[in-house]
């Protein structure tokens, strides 16, 4: 694998933002999404040369990685984006800015727990699986109403929106998976009156399909490969 440099992520970065702009300026929604530098793959050397090229926002898929990588940025902001383990879920709670992958009522719960016992509130994105692949997490698109209901009731979470994962491989597919989760989010908004939740957010667009992702409305786009490369 040729090596990750400070030449090369700095790079990447203004390819990526070209992109952005132009698939932004096509879109009938006109949105330039947060970049979300997916970092759980490189150390802490290479979240250096992001931070050089502007991004501020990061992403980790688990719990120890985002201590680390938090201790060693504390000014940044970390997302989780990994799936949920109970378990660990004291080390995410607090530090992560925003937590992604929130994937069924028992999650939900437990984070509920813990950001009262930090005294705070932890901002969280449902996860749904548009695709209804099998592989997948997230709630089935059917289920997000009762969990949304649930949500109204947990004073220390506040939900900013919904995010989801496209199958891999084809960019139709893809877009029809990021066009479903927001008519989804457009659908439950409209019925939505809860002060805690507020789905403004769709979390959807990885390295290989973010541009249909932003054809579709998406406010933050999470790519590791096409960053650190
Ligand atoms: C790894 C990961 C990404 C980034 O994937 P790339 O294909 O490297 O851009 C985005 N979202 C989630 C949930 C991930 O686990």
């Not at 800015?97 to 901002?123: F, T, W």
């Not at 289920?143 to 939900?159: D, R, T």
């Not at 939505?192 to 409305?217: H, R, W, Y």
Request: aromatic content about 4%; charged content about 25%.
């Amino acid at each position: 694998m040729p090596e990750i440099t400070r030449e090369s992520v700095s790079a990447n970065i203004a390819g990526i933002r070209r992109t952005i702009a132009e698939a932004a300026s096509a879109s009938e929604f006109g949105i330039e999404p947060l970049l979300v530098a997916v970092s759980k793959t490189v150390g802490i050397e290479e979240v250096a040369f992001a931070i050089e090229a502007g991004i501020h926002d990061f992403g980790e898929n688990r719990a120890d990685e985002l201590v680390r990588k938090h201790a060693a940025y504390p000014e940044e902001n970390w997302h989780f984006i990994g799936r949920i383990q109970t378990n660990k879920l004291k080390d995410v709670v607090g530090r992560a800015c925003l937590i992604h992958s929130v994937a069924s009522i028992h999650a939900l719960d437990e984070i509920q727990k813990r950001a009262s016992r930090l005294g705070i509130v932890q901002p969280i994105l449902l996860e749904v699986n548009v695709s209804g692949e099998e592989s997948k997490d997230g709630f089935a698109p059917a289920a997000l109403p009762e969990a949304i209901a649930h949500c109204g009731q947990l004073e220390s979470v506040e939900v900013r929106g919904l995010m989801t994962m496209a199958p891999l491989g084809d960019a139709s597919v893809a877009r029809a998976t990021f066009h479903g989760l927001r008519r989804l989010r457009d659908e439950l908004r409209a019925g939505c009156t809860s002060e805690n939740v507020k789905l403004d957010e769709l979390s959807m667009g990885m390295s290989q399909d973010f541009p249909q992702a932003i054809a579709e409305g998406a406010t933050i786009i999470r790519l590791g490969r096409s960053v650190f490369s």
